[in-house]
């Protein structure tokens, strides 16, 4: 569906959804410039912006590419119940940094979008960076060994149950809306999230120590549904893909930003305590995830996680 | 025009008795074809509107206040409440009000405690000489207390839809849902000065142990669910699925529990989870339709034009609440207006806990009041007496809960001290 | 329930054919066998969490289900038993047995348009719905959407059952107890 364009390219409505709130730098430095730029264009490209999950959650967000009805999104986790091996790009310590993640994006990721492009009539535009991945919890976590016995509350998807027992944590199920209360009460010891992610749910306010582990970088996918690429002129749809790559660096920089600013407001009035990255046990944490998964994939999703850890540091 | 369209459309449905689930969803499918939306993605809506893991809270907190009747447990708190205030004079009422005290802790919903309370306590009090409204007005009043109390099903929905901790709003709703008790035997303290001539009876102390004695494990429900959240054994949601448990088992240990009786527990537990669901989900889509027109952004642009004040904007949301709660279920009204209302309280920098609890008493007693006050209907199926008569009765204590509603709402630090002080 | 034949009173409804007794019987028998698996999902997710052997990532989404499950099974049953919320204001208003019939008739074809779009709905939704699958357990969602194809129908046949009695005083059934199956 990559040509589309002939006879389409009149005025078009892009309705842009995600479950981030207007307070998260894939809001306010992610899709609100793509709305401002795209408009300033002046190729009849309107943007109507719905975030807070005002469209639906995720999966739902999804189905609504897929049928047309709804445009452009930004999301993770719903995209696994289409094409399942997505799952993979969000396994422990698969990328190294996020440079890694964007140098495969950019270079190796082409057989994988077609792919998923077949799958699911819905187009992989970009990534953007949402942050990396970090334990907060009561107990300070700087090792595999420490994570022996603590239960960490991890979404309940079958890759980040993995992703626990990659890194040698405990998984504890408690749903998306009762982990305030979990934390608090001690149902769970510790969750995982970005920074900006444990910031803006509060959950720092019922926990001891945040871990620079960066376990996982979470990378939000800018998808488009085929439907909506159709009604697109050429000019239009190189207007969009190019905006949204060259806000992706941009956005970078506004996620760190914000996580740095959050971070040292810790360091400096808590309530956490920061375990920095040089404190953490990085190279036990890679190699045992990497053992772990080795033996976990097979098949396809074997190739495909060895082709990812084979491109670091290139 | 197109959204206006669509509520007259809802409204005219509701008017000509159409279930509401189907008055809302059958103008919702009409918005969504004409704004070209694939078929099939409008009731994937209401399916991922229940598809919460929160809203498993509302299914098994009916379990228990169904159970809760079977059991007998309504009798043995009513017995020990009558035991224990033999001496007072009008115990009868104030036992009533005690009792749905009691069975709040346990229940999360009014119907429940109107059912299984008022078979007891109205025909206990007619008996005993008070006039049949006063016995209905009192048990129907009282009856609120149950969802206002934790655990409560408005709250566990509320706190799901509004994105705040349910523990939070279970331990502001404490508070409140006491006032509304003390508020209640203030008007029967009064009441009875009028009315002088209720017999008070002696304390029987033998009497009063054997009835403690029975209801100790009844209050163990309380205790579980409390606790267990509190103590960091299960989240909110899962004490409901432990307090059913305890209630079968209890049922079994009492033996007053057959497998008939459980089967007759389960259909009712269905039956009215059926309902409620659907609505739950029908409100889904029309959220989704204001979602899509940007309702709320507007809304919050037309109060914040008409005042700045918090409190002028909260007297107008228990206005909204108390009209819209006497024509909607109080159910379909959290889900459809909180998305909207929460995000401008906000604005107004009220707490959105006190919001809560503000609107769910508010909601409340909309139930009390035609022509769709489900708990009106209740009493006047276990009563056997018309509606309108029920409803006579009711009238004089619309006065005492609407005193306790604006104290809660003009003084919030009687609904927040209690969450801060646990750390919420 | 006995099979002797008798009149009925002029003001009660005649009994419902076996065919629908029948299918409300299955519905709950289904609806209260999800409360069931709902009961036991949540119940196993809290002993998952201290018993390492029982921990199973499935039991929430279980229990989710169920209670999908227990929305869309019941929709025909609750049509049928006059067992949905309504609004009853209009029975004020309207009081002679004449007006009610056209009120009863006039509520039930609605109720039977939107449940055949809604019918229809679903039976899109189940169309597309084998291309994903359920995030946690990878259940297909095809599968899933057949609840709400059932119910709907069912609430379709149901509805049109209402319009068939329209000319008899059916209250609404606000408590199961007074519900019979
Ligand atoms: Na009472
Ligand atoms: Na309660």
Redesign the interface.
């Known amino acids: 569906a990559d040509e589309g364009g002939d006879g389409a390219g009149g005025d078009i409505t892009l309705s842009f959804s995600s479950s981030q709130s207007e307070a998260t730098p894939n809001y306010y430095c992610g899709m609100e410039l793509f709305k401002e730029r795209i408009e300033a264009e002046d190729l009849g490209i309107t943007v109507d912006l719905?975030p807070n999950s005002?469209?639906?959650?995720d999966?739902?967000r999804?189905?609504?590419l897929?049928?047309?009805?709804l445009d452009m999104d930004l999301q993770e986790?719903?995209m696994?119940?289409?094409y399942?091996q997505i799952g993979i790009l969000g396994a422990a310590y698969v990328f190294d940094d996020v440079d890694h993640a964007f140098n495969w994006i950019d270079n190796d990721s082409e057989e994988f979008r077609t792919s998923f492009n077949e799958q699911?009539d819905m187009t992989i535009i970009d990534g953007w960076f949402y942050g990396n991945r970090t334990f907060s919890s009561n107990e300070p976590i700087r090792s595999p060994e420490d994570l022996q016995g603590q239960?960490i509350r991890f979404p309940?998807?079958?890759q980040y149950?993995e992703n626990a027992r990659a890194l040698g944590a405990?998984?504890?199920?408690?749903?998306?809306?009762?982990i305030?209360?979990?934390l608090?009460?001690?149902?769970a010891d510790g969750q995982e999230n970005p920074v900006v992610g444990t910031k803006s749910a509060s959950y720092d306010e019922v926990q001891e120590y945040v871990s620079l582990n960066n376990h996982q970088v979470s990378i939000h996918w800018v998808t488009l549904s085929d439907a909506t690429l159709e009604k697109m002129s050429k000019e239009q749809k190189d207007a969009v893909f190019e905006t949204v790559k060259e806000i992706r660096s941009e956005n970078r920089e506004c996620v760190e930003q914000e996580t740095d600013e959050i971070l040292q407001d810790w360091r400096d009035n808590g309530p956490l305590t920061v375990i920095e990255e040089d404190e953490v046990d990085r190279e036990a944490f890679i190699s045992q995830a990497e053992e772990h998964f080795k033996n976990y994939y097979t098949g396809d999703d074997l190739a495909l996680y060895e082709s990812i850890r084979a491109s670091a540091g290139q | 025009m197109e959204l206006l369209l669509l509520f007259l459309g809802i409204l005219v449905l509701m008017f000509l008795r159409v279930p509401v689930a189907f008055s809302i969803m059958g103008p919702c499918l009409v918005y969504f074809m004409a704004n070209g939306l694939s078929a099939g993605m409008s009731l994937k809506i209401v399916f991922d509107s229940v598809n919460s893991f929160p809203l498993l809270a509302v299914p098994l907190f009916i379990l228990v206040g169904v159970t809760a009747n079977k059991v007998g447990v309504a009798d043995r708190l009513f017995e020990f409440c009558l035991a224990a205030m033999a001496r007072v004079p009008g115990n009868l009422a104030y036992v009533n009000v005690g009792t749905s005290v009691g069975f709040a802790w346990m229940s999360g919903s009014a119907l429940a405690d109107a059912a299984g309370l008022g078979k007891i306590q109205v025909p206990a009090m007619t008996k005993a000489g008070y006039p049949f409204r006063f016995a209905t007005g009192l048990t129907a009043s009282s009856a609120l207390i149950s969802p206002v109390m934790p655990p409560s099903i408005p709250a566990v929905i509320f706190a799901a839809v509004g994105t705040i901790s349910t523990g939070a709003l279970f331990a502001a709703s404490v508070v409140p849902a006491l006032l509304m008790a003390v508020g209640l035997c203030v008007y029967i303290a009064i009441w009875i000065k009028r009315h002088p001539g209720f017999e008070s009876q002696p304390f029987d102390p033998a009497r009063f142990w054997r009835a403690a004695v029975n209801v100790i494990a009844p209050l163990g429900a309380p205790v579980i669910i409390l606790g267990g959240i509190m103590g960091g054994l299960f989240t909110p949601t899962e004490a409901a699925g432990i307090a059913g448990l305890y209630m079968v088992v209890l049922g079994c240990v009492y033996r007053t529990i057959t497998w008939r009786g459980m089967w007759q527990a389960a259909k009712e537990t269905v039956f009215l989870t059926g309902g409620i669901m659907l609505i739950i989900g029908a409100a889904g889509m029309l959220g989704r339709v204001l979602a899509q027109e940007q309702v709320a952004q507007q809304l919050s642009r037309l109060i914040s034009d008409f005042t700045e004040s918090p409190l002028v904007f909260l007297i107008l949301i228990i206005v909204l609440m108390l009209v819209l709660g006497m024509v909607i279920d109080a159910t379909a009204v959290i889900l459809v207006a909180v998305p909207v209302l929460l995000p401008l309280a906000m604005t107004f920098g009220i707490d959105p806990v006190h919001f809560g609890v503000v609107v769910i008493m508010s909601l409340m007693i909309g139930l009390l009041t035609p022509p769709v006050g489900s708990v009106l209907y209740v009493m006047s199926s276990v009563t056997g007496r018309p509606v309108d008569e029920i409803f006579r009765g009711i009238v004089p204590f619309l006065t005492p809960m609407i005193i306790v509603l604006l104290i809660v709402t003009f003084f919030p630090d009687v609904v927040m001290f209690l969450p801060r002080m646990l750390g919420f | 329930m006995t099979d002797t034949p008798h009149t009925p009173p002029p003001d009660a409804p005649p009994q419902a054919r076996p065919f629908f007794r029948w299918l409300a019987r299955i519905e709950l028998a289904i609806a209260v066998f999800f409360l069931f698996t709902l009961a036991v999902g949540v119940l196993w997710q809290v002993l998952g969490r201290y018993v390492p052997a029982a921990n199973w990532v499935g039991a929430g989404e279980i229990a989710r289900f169920s209670l999908i499950g227990i929305t869309f099974i019941t929709v025909g049953y609750l049509i049928g038993q006059h067992g949905q919320i309504t609004v009853a204001v209009i029975d004020g208003i309207v009081k002679g047995p004449r007006g009610r019939t056209v009120v009863r008739a006039v509520s039930a074809i609605l109720l039977t348009l939107i449940c055949l779009a809604l019918t229809w709905e679903a039976w899109s939704m189940v169309e597309d719905g084998f291309r994903r699958v359920s995030p946690v357990l990878g259940i297909p969602l095809g599968y899933l959407y057949l609840l709400p194809l059932i119910g709907f129908a069912s609430g379709t046949v149901m509805a049109i059952g209402r319009l068939v009695r329209a000319n008899y005083d059916e209250p609404d059934a606000l408590i199961a107890e007074e519900a019979e199956v």
């Open positions: 719905f005002q469209l639906g959650p999966t739902e999804v189905a609504s897929q049928s047309g009805d986790a719903g696994a119940s289409v399942p699911t239960q309940d998807t079958p149950l405990t998984p504890v199920a408690v749903a998306y809306e009762e305030y209360v979990a608090q009460q001690g149902i």
